[in-house]
């Protein structure tokens, strides 16, 4: 797994220095976000769970941006390792911000992933590799302004790292009661239609604070910055602004043993 990171946590480096190496050159802008999510797995047996997830995303003056349903089945292969086999999403997007899409496209999205986390002394560490084919809604317009939905036609992919670590501080372990600090870093990489920018074209940094009320409900709010490059790399985002995530997990394996 070390060979693993340091061949990983590089493309986090690589994204902040494409990016703001060729900013000079794109249409940048400067925005606050409000983005706010509830996430649950729900255990249904020892090694089988269901993922939920509600990401509700806002920009400037809680305009939306983004708004996204999530859902999966998690395979847990051991105390470390889990697969997402198969998972799918649903996005609503709104035409935002200070550069505003022609049009706002919704999303269907199917996706993959492998999870791994191990323990550094007392500081909990998660790697998450997910993989997305995307589905995106295309709209074109006519000569007398008629505006035609031509359906879910552009088909793009895209492969997303994210490194997390969380520090508890008033317990040696983060459990009931904990208060811990946490930091992640996730560096995305799109390719295919419309798509003429193939460096690492977003990157999501986050600092904050949580706290662990039980095993099963946790509340973490703190500071996010989105990097985030058009896919013809002419314009730019810098976002900044705070997330606050719920996770709220249930436990439906003592029935099914």
């Given amino acids: 797994m070390i060979k693993l990171t340091s061949c990983l946590v590089p493309l986090v480096v690589l994204s902040i220095q494409s990016a ?3 900013s000079s050159t794109r249409e940048t802008v400067n925005q606050s976000i409000q ?3 509830i996430t649950s797995n729900i255990k249904m047996t020892k090694n089988l769970s269901l993922i939920l997830e509600g990401q509700f995303r806002q920009v400037d003056n809680f305009d ?3 708004y996204q349903l999530r859902t999966a089945l998690d395979i847990r292969l051991s105390d470390h390792f889990s697969v997402v086999p198969l998972g799918y999403v649903y996005t609503w997007n709104y035409k935002y911000g200070k550069q505003p899409a022609a049009f706002a496209n919704n999303e269907h999205r199917i996706w993959q992933q492998i999870f791994y986390k191990h323990s550094i002394r007392s500081l909990k560490v998660d790697h998450r590799l997910r993989l997305e084919e995307r589905f995106i809604q295309h709209h074109s317009s006519l000569n ?3 505006i035609i939905n031509d359906g879910y036609v552009v088909k793009q992919n895209r492969i997303r790292y994210r490194l997390m670590a969380r520090q508890p501080i008033n317990s040696v372990k983060i459990e009931a009661r904990s208060y811990f600090i946490s930091v992640y870093d996730e560096v995305f990489i799109s390719w295919g239609d419309y798509v003429t ?3 690492p074209d977003q990157n999501r940094l986050f600092t904050g604070l ?7 409900l946790t509340l973490q709010g703190g500071f996010l910055y989105q990097l985030l490059i058009k896919a013809n790399n002419a314009k730019q985002e810098n976002n900044l602004g705070f997330q ?3 996770t709220y997990n249930i436990d439906c394996s003592k029935s099914n043993p």
Avoid: M
């Fill in 20 to 22: 703001f190496s060729q």
């Fill in 35 to 37: 983005w706010f999510a």
């Fill in 64 to 66: 939306p941006q983004q």
């Fill in 144 to 146: 007398d302004g008629t």
């Fill in 197 to 199: 920018y193939h460096e």
């Fill in 210 to 216: 949580g706290y662990q009320f039980d095993k099963n």
């Fill in 244 to 246: 606050v995530q719920l």
